[in-house]
């Protein structure tokens, strides 16, 4: 298949994981590496992305190459495979608007170079990189400086995967602007490959499905890296409690009785996230059913097994001249997408469509 090309939005953890599991990938094209969860997506192999560059604001990585950023102490995302030629591609500058409002502002001085860009640069970049798709991983909250790469993209006819809890393929305006023009967007808000969001709803639906019925719930997450630093304050937390709940409501709970979001950072766990998970049900004759989980993972690479299957499928959807929010992809791999699903609807609607 022709090449993928791909634009990170934000050089911190995540994308240092994704562009890992796309070197991985490039390294032995015949392999089936743990977490990848969709060999092919109507043809796309994992090993047919190239990251060919990278937008950011932080002095300590724009202007040097992709493998140089992710190895600032800013990002903890472990490094467990070399990025290979994809290591060279250029961490680019961007606008900084609100991209360090908050708690980020105390740990990442902005380059000079993006004191000065402005958002017609970023889509010049765009078209002259020939990108495919932009995926954009940067703070929660930073809304500005996000609906600036959405914007940048649909001025160069670029799809896009909005990895952040940021309201873009549910904002309906904003969507018949990328359907009128011809380019998919998909999102909101990553569903980690086996995170707190995935399980929660994976236990709900199992104690739906024996006719128990859910009367409580609460996630309590916790974490060191900068996501959690940034979550840490509330003004930027806002939309990801709104998106955990999105998640949680498509799976049949209901919303008087949710309590799930960020709850707190703790440095030294650094890219450890811990989540608890209590669920509280009513079964047979009125019995209390009570499950309380903890579950802990390393959160950057279980964001990248999700970003492996999203730009693919925009691309896909993009070749079969699809536009505007595309729910079949967004339904499974985002926690709130335009119309949310229970999990097994959603993962049906996927697979139908990558097939
Ligand atoms: N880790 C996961 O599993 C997961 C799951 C769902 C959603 N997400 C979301 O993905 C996003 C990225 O998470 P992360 O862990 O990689 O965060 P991060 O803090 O490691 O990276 C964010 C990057 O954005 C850069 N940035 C800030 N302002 C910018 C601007 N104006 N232009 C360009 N770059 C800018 C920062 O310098 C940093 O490098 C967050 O919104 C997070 O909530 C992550």
Redesign the pocket.
Known sequence: MKPIRVVL????????SFSQFVAQAQADPAATPPGLMCRSVGGYLLSDVRVVAA????AT?VGRSLSDAFATP????TAFVPLGADGDSPVLP???????AGP?GGV?QPADA?QDARPEDVTKALIELEADVLV?????G?SR?IR??ADAALAAGIAVVN????ELARDEALCRRFADAGVVILGD?????L?ATTLHTALLELLLSRGLVPSSTYQLNVGG???F???ADPTRSAS?FTSKANALRAAGMDDASIAAGPTGFIRHLADT?VCFLNITATSVLGSEVKIDVKLTVE??P??AG?IANAVRAARLATDRALSGAVNDACALLF?SPPRGLPEGEARAAFLGFVS
């Not at 808000?189 to 490959?193: A, E, I, P, T, V």
């Open positions: 939005a934000g050089a911190g953890n995540c994308a240092s937008f950011d604001v932080d990585k800013v990002v903890s995302a961007a606008p900084v608007l609100d991209g360090l980020l990442v993006a954009i991983m940067l703070p929660t930073a400086a600036m790469f990895a952040t809890p940021e808000d990553l569903r980690s490959h995170g890296n900068t996501d630093l940034n979550l990801k996230k959160d950057s279980n964001a999700v926690k």
